[in-house]
């Protein structure tokens, strides 16, 4: 009997006069929120309030008011997704579901397709359909990383808008495809990613 | 049995096994690429490279190699290793594969060789979850690539064939096509032509590979490299579960996986199931393309008249239909299991007193001399067990019969026949025409009644093949739509008709079938898939 | 009219007082729940409701707001200019004097608000306004107020008989001029700042408590499928009714007495000095300021609130849901337990003040002393017992939102959950203004008399001064729902300083702590007023000066009430600025947000 316990011993709290009383401790708090409210009010009304994300970490009151304050976003803040494109305009994507594998969430659906064009070679495989359900999606961010071609992309810094009907988070190719990050770029980062790269030596070419 | 010893394990094996096919046999995975039980040794991919320890009191062959330890190299010895699929087993033969360092270095060296120039294109790899490549990587590579020129470019998406699509650059040049459509489909147009880190497959001069086992190319290649255009870009293969199920394509009745994807309950595509003593390792063009009856011309509603209707009012027109029927006539299927020939049988004989059997089915083609039977059913055999003492006639006779007034009804089983357009529409004068249809056909054409059955894909089944052996085989996906297996289709009519009838559930319909000595040949436990 | 009135006065009197009453309580319900969430915000350092919007054509606003203070110039310029030939300067200089001080009040407090809303929104429109919003420390405003008001007074107060007539003069000149030119500045400048577009009108959040109230109006009322739909719409009905006809017994002021004509009430003759606490001279006529002056008095308070359990157990029964039948009886049997308490914790009261009405119980703390100083102990009980009877913090586990989601009104939606806390908001006021009448002096404040401020100190008179009947009344009304708004706003902090008892605890509390203790304070009390009225007169004038010290203890602690919260108001922001985080570090380098923030 107790040789088979292991752990970290919690003090109990102490039980002296003062505790038990509890009136004391209650006056104590009751000091704590008048002191907390009528402070804060009075920066409210006083224009006294801090700056929302300078001091966001000091005392008093840092609400942002959103629609009409908004706060700063870390870079790899991740947002609604975007589809990366090539220089031709087509989608990096090659359809190879990584995505949809990697997503718990279960959101993401592709029908893959072939390029009928022959200059198309080395990345032929292409998504005729590219539909993410932006309502079940969690913004894990898992599809980014599982993407071998760096072609899904999160950095377009918004959020999922709300909208009145769950057909409109159903978010399709050409409206992924439509999105740009917050410079405007609708390029890859990483064009070393394309399974494209390099080139076929004119002696090879058919 | 004489006995090799690999890894410290005693294996069994026969008499010419090589190493590879003793430890195949026993479900030891020994590293390869070019091997394939069903062809020719090549022994050119040198990834089941094994080290044989030498008979007792002699000296183990070695070799003087020079040895990077990091610094210099450094003059030292490592045994000879010999390929493992051409090696021929002596009793007491102790060989080492995964247990030797030696073995594991040349792996991870051939590994690196193998993928110098590939174009890590896993993407877009029709090949990527199955391939071999991947898998020996992951398993004996595990290195970081230290070649950073551009890799040797070579033609890609070429296409071989109205099937098949070759890519140069993904091709490790193992010949087991090559091999293949020379030994096997014996139309050797496949060759390797270049050497080295260019070589490559290609197709003869003025051919196209077109003959009826171009889709087992694809299955041989270990890689990515020819890849069907069938299956191309339509499914990634993780996401597909297997069902063991039996070819529908003709009376050979190949063992067959047919792969489906739970998700969106699709079949697409067959693969063969080893089976030493039906299809070996192979399957025909024309069984493999034929997973896509599951989904294609079904009949997934009940129909009355030729209209889609609910199973309810088609059942209640079929008692209609069928209630005091003058003379009947029970149409059977040598598509459809021979438990729902079975039950269609036993209402029959049991409860309607009908006698008459006539069978139906898809016309009959050519044999190919390799797999393909004559007969394009799966089961004529099973139906024509199950009717045991009143064998069925073929199917002119009905429409003669109906023409002439002796069968003033029909109940039907399965949707194909050789009936042209007169003859259908004989048929459907008979006073009342019930068929159980899984497809579009004459038969559910002709009918009055046209409940939906469900096809192989989506129920279990024995099937018996033209050499009179019996095979089960698996469901895949769901039934579609209101569809359902057949002999529950006959269950209910004869439920609807007032009679209580043991087929409740398959187990009894399959203990009553089993009871039956005519119709009870014990189906032949499928055999597990060996270990590849 | 006057027979009209004489005829119906009671109906009218009656039903003018339950139109304040209702007024009073049916608005301090959403203001309450606003304040609770604005408290709840401001203490976890947020703003909490503010995003309710109405958009308001700008000139609306214009005219909503500068036209009081156009007209308020306007009308003590006209006064000004009517008075001011005739005028004798005796009687003027007072007035003016007073105006002047509002003149100046008016001047710096518009420029505090200005210099707020300039400091917040940072936009100046003109170079006074940009001077306002750089300057340093706007607290040098407030400061200049004072001492304009200080100036203003040691001027009128340090006049000598020399100059009196011409200081006089001047006040009773300038003091209305320079009112009725603030007035007339403030409204123009009103009327020039006020954009003339669409105006976003937040009223610092209070059009939240409307907003919320508009949702639950419109939202859906479900009734679970198996709900007893009768029961299940009659349990917040019935738990809003009590609470709602509690308040009929709560005096809110004193009683004013009207004079008669020919025996009948005379609405237009308000007596203007009354003879003594609680009673009309003689040819008066008492209006008491109560709806019902009932003779059992609380005792029908308790029998209205008691039927507030079965609203609470019937909804948390008929609702068919087991967490809302957990919720009901624990509601039933924590309402029941603290009942008793809660009675018991009265009868010390009732043998001190000698009645069950509350009228009476307020005069005599008028008379004597307040009630929590003879009381203390009942105060306290009685105090949570009222908490525990609301259900609310630490008593709330009926809808303890951690074990039970809601408890008894988990299954309610649309405006019957808002009846349910409505009802509770109004509980909460109606044992605010018991606590108030009760234990706190009800309209009375120390030394405010019927007609007259009087402080004395048993027989020492330090300060007299007399005021009219109705001024006193009035402003006893006043003082009332004052006390009613503070022990509610009390009782909102306390909600948001304790945590929630477990439900045993409060069981053990209410049975084995408040019901002994409460018991002991009957027995006390009874003692205690034996001795005291056993005792002789020296006792009794003691037991008068002590009385007396109450009033001063109670006038002591307001007035540093006040001072504490006037240097509150003063002091500067004064943060503990510390960075926490890497990216307020990286910003706090910078000095600022960057450039091209990714923003949503």
């Known amino acids: 009997m107790g040789n088979g316990i292991i752990g970290k011993p919690i003090p109990r709290p102490s039980r002296d006069a003062k505790v038990q009383a509890y009136l004391p401790s ?10 907390h409210f009528f402070k804060n009010t009075k920066e409210l009304a006083f224009g006294q309030r801090n700056d929302p994300v300078l001091e966001a970490f000091d005392d008093g009151v840092t609400t942002i008011s959103y629609p009409e304050q908004k706060r700063p976003y870390p870079e790899r803040f991740r947002g609604v997704h975007r589809l990366t494109l090539r220089e031709d305009g087509n989608p990096r994507c090659v359809a190879c579901l990584c995505c949809s594998t990697a997503c718990p969430a279960q959101c993401i659906h592709i029908v893959a397709g072939e390029y009928a064009d022959a200059d198309k070679k080395g990345w032929e495989k292409y998504p005729v359909s590219f539909v993410i359900d932006e309502l079940r999606c969690i913004f894990c961010g898992y599809c980014v990383e599982a993407c071998p071609c760096d072609a899904i992309r999160m950095d377009t810094g918004q959020h999922a808008v709300p909208y009145d009907s769950r057909d409109q988070f159903i978010y399709e190719r050409e409206t992924l495809m439509s999105f740009s990050d917050p410079s405007g770029r609708q390029l890859t980062e990483n064009p070393k990613d394309d399974p494209a790269r390099g080139h076929t030596p004119d002696r090879l070419k058919h | 049995m004489p006995n090799i010893k690999l890894d410290g394990r005693e294996i069994p094996f026969m008499n010419g096994d090589t190493i590879i096919r003793a430890a195949h046999r026993a479900g030891i995975d020994v590293p390869h690429y070019c091997w394939h039980p069903g062809l020719s040794v090549a022994a050119n991919c040198r990834m089941c490279l094994v080290e044989i320890l030498p008979p007792p009191g002699q000296r183990a062959m070695r070799l003087d190699v020079l040895q990077w330890n990091g610094k210099e190299y450094v003059s030292t010895q490592k045994p000879k290793l010999q390929p493992a699929c051409q090696i021929g087993c002596t009793d007491g033969m102790e060989v080492l594969s995964d247990s030797s360092p030696h073995v594991a270095d040349a792996r991870k060296t ?7 120039n590939h174009p890590v294109d896993c993407p877009i790899c029709d090949q990527a979850g199955e391939c071999r490549l991947q898998d020996y990587w992951l398993e004996h590579g595990r290195y970081k690539k230290r070649m950073h020129d551009d890799i040797v470019h070579k033609p890609k998406a070429v296409s071989f064939g109205p099937t098949i699509v070759y890519d140069a650059e993904r091709c490790i040049v193992c010949t087991r096509c090559v091999r293949f459509v020379e030994e096997v489909a014996k139309d050797p147009v496949l060759e390797k032509r270049e050497r080295g880190n260019l070589g490559e497959i290609f197709v003869a001069e003025g051919r196209q590979l077109d003959n009826n086992y171009t889709l087992m190319t694809e299955h041989v290649c270990p890689v990515g490299a020819l890849t069907s255009k069938d299956f191309r870009f339509k499914a990634r293969v993780w996401f597909l579960r ?15 996986h047919l792969d489906f994807d739970p998700r969106n309950q699709r079949a697409y595509r067959h693969r063969p199931r080893d089976n030493e003593e039906i299809n070996k390792y192979w399957m025909c063009d024309h069984g493999m393309l034929s997973y896509a009856r599951a989904h294609e011309g079904r009949i997934t509603e009940a129909r009355v008249a030729g209209v889609a209707t609910t199973v309810a009012d088609a059942l209640a027109e079929a008692k209609r239909r069928l209630t005091n029927p003058g003379t009947l006539a029970i149409v059977l299927s040598a598509e459809h299991a021979s438990e729902d020939n079975f039950a269609l049988v036993t209402l029959a004989k049991t409860y309607l007193g009908a006698g008459d059997f006539f069978l139906a089915g898809r016309a009959p083609g050519e044999a190919d001399g390799v797999l393909m039977s004559a007969d394009r059913n799966p089961n004529t055999a099973g139906a024509v067990q199950v009717a045991s003492t009143t064998p069925p006639k073929p199917l002119a006779d009905l429409v003669a019969g109906v023409s002439a007034g002796r069968y003033t009804h029909v109940l039907a089983l399965g949707s194909e026949a050789a009936l042209d357009g007169p003859a259908i529409a004989a048929l459907s004068r008979a006073k009342g025409f019930v068929a159980i249809s899984a497809h579009e056909g004459p038969i559910a054409k002709a009918a009055h009644v046209v409940l939906p059955a469900c096809s192989w894909a989506e129920m279990d089944g024995t099937y018996v093949n033209a050499q009179d052996t019996p095979q089960r085989s698996q469901r895949a996906i769901h039934p579609q739509g209101d569809s359902r297996p057949g002999w529950e289709w006959v269950a209910v009519i004869a439920k609807e008709l007032g009679f209580a009838t043991p087929m409740r559930k398959l187990a009894e319909l399959r203990r ?11 189906p032949k436990s499928i055999p597990a898939p060996p270990a590849e | 009219m006057v027979k009209f009135i004489a005829e119906y006065q009671v109906l009218i009197f009656a039903l003018v007082k339950i139109l304040i009453m209702l007024g009073f309580f049916l608005n301090l319900a959403p203001v309450l729940v606003f304040v609770e969430r604005r408290q709840a915000a401001l203490i976890q350092d947020r703003v909490g409701p503010n995003r309710a919007v109405v958009k308001v054509p700008g000139f609306l606003l214009k005219g909503a707001l500068a036209t009081p203070a156009l007209l308020a110039g306007v009308a003590v310029a006209a006064l000004c200019f009517k008075f001011f030939p005739a005028n004798p300067p005796e009687t003027g200089v007072g007035r003016g004097f007073w105006m002047a001080e509002l003149a100046t009040l008016v001047l710096w407090s518009h420029a505090l608000v200005l210099a707020g809303y300039v400091r917040v929104s940072g936009d100046a429109a003109n170079p006074l306004e940009a001077a306002l919003r750089d300057m340093r420390d706007p607290r040098w405003i407030f400061y200049t107020g004072g001492f304009l008001h200080l100036a203003l007074g040691v001027l009128y107060g340090a006049s000598s008989p020399a100059n009196e007539a011409e200081v006089s003069k001047a006040f009773a000149l300038g003091g209305p001029a320079a009112l009725a030119g603030v007035l007339l500045l403030v409204a123009a400048y009103l009327g020039y700042r006020i954009p003339s577009g669409t105006v976003e009108l937040r009223a610092a959040g209070l059009l939240h408590s409307i907003a919320d109230a508009l949702k639950f109006a419109f939202k859906e009322d479900f009734v679970p499928p198996k709900a007893d739909k009768l029961l299940h719409s009659l349990g917040p009905l019935i738990s809003l009714f009590p609470a709602l006809v509690t308040y009929a017994i709560i005096p809110f002021g004193d009683a004013l007495c009207f004079g008669t004509t020919n025996g009948a009430l005379d609405v237009t003759k308000l007596a203007e000095t009354a003879s003594t606490v609680g009673a009309c001279a003689e040819g008066q006529q008492a209006v008491s300021l109560q709806i019902a002056d009932l003779n059992i008095g609380v005792l029908y308070l308790f029998a209205m609130g008691g039927t507030g359990i079965i609203g609470a157990a019937l909804a948390g029964w008929s609702s068919d849901n087991k967490w809302s039948l957990l919720g009901g009886l624990r509601a039933a049997s924590q309402m029941v337990s603290y009942e008793v308490a809660m009675g018991l914790s009265l009868v010390g009261a009732f043998m001190v003040y000698g009645t069950p009405r509350l009228g009476e119980m307020v005069r005599w703390q008028a008379e004597n002393t307040w009630g929590i100083f003879v009381q203390p102990l009942a105060f306290f009980l009685f105090f949570a017992a009222a908490i525990a009877e609301q259900k609310r913090t630490p008593f709330d586990a009926p809808e303890g939102e951690s074990e039970i989601i809601a408890g008894y009104f988990v299954e309610y939606s649309s405006f019957k959950f808002a009846m349910f806390y409505t009802g509770e908001y109004i509980e909460l006021v109606t044992s605010s203004a018991l606590l108030v009448t009760i234990f706190l002096g009800g309209w009375t404040m120390p030394f405010l008399h019927r007609d007259a401020v009087h402080v004395a100190f048993g027989d020492t008179v330090l300060l007299h001064s007399q005021m009219s009947h109705l001024v006193a009344t009035l402003l006893g009304v006043g003082i009332f729902f004052g006390k009613v708004l503070s022990m509610s ?36 009390t009874g003692l205690l007023v034996l001795g005291a009225s056993s005792a002789g007169p020296s006792v009794a004038s003691g037991l008068r000066l002590a009385a007396d010290a109450t009033g001063f203890i109670v006038i002591g602690a307001s ?6 919260f006037a240097r509150l108001l003063l002091s500067p922001v004064e943060r503990a600025r510390f960075t926490s985080s890497g990216v307020a570090a990286r910003v706090g380098r910078v000095g600022r947000t960057p450039e091209t923030p990714m923003q949503a």
Not at chain 2, 242 to 255: E, K, L, P
Not at chain 2, 514 to 521: F, G, I, K, R
């Open chain 2, 242 to 256: 297997s069902a063991r199920t039996v070819c529908q394509g003709c009376a050979t009745g190949c063992n067959a």
């Open chain 3, 559 to 564: 007035a540093f009430l006040a001072v504490k």
């Open chain 2, 512 to 522: 009553a079938m089993a009871a039956e000595p005519s119709a009870s040949l014990p």
């Open chain 1, 26 to 35: 209650v006056v104590a708090g009751i000091g704590v929120t008048v002191k």
């Open chain 2, 110 to 116: 051939v590994q690196e060789l193998l993928l110098l």
């Open chain 3, 489 to 524: 706003f009390f009782q909102i902090f306390l909600r948001w300083t304790l945590p929630r008892f477990r439900y045993d605890q409060i069981m053990a509390f209410g049975w084995k702590f408040m019901l002994p203790a409460v018991i002991a304070n009957i027995v006390l």
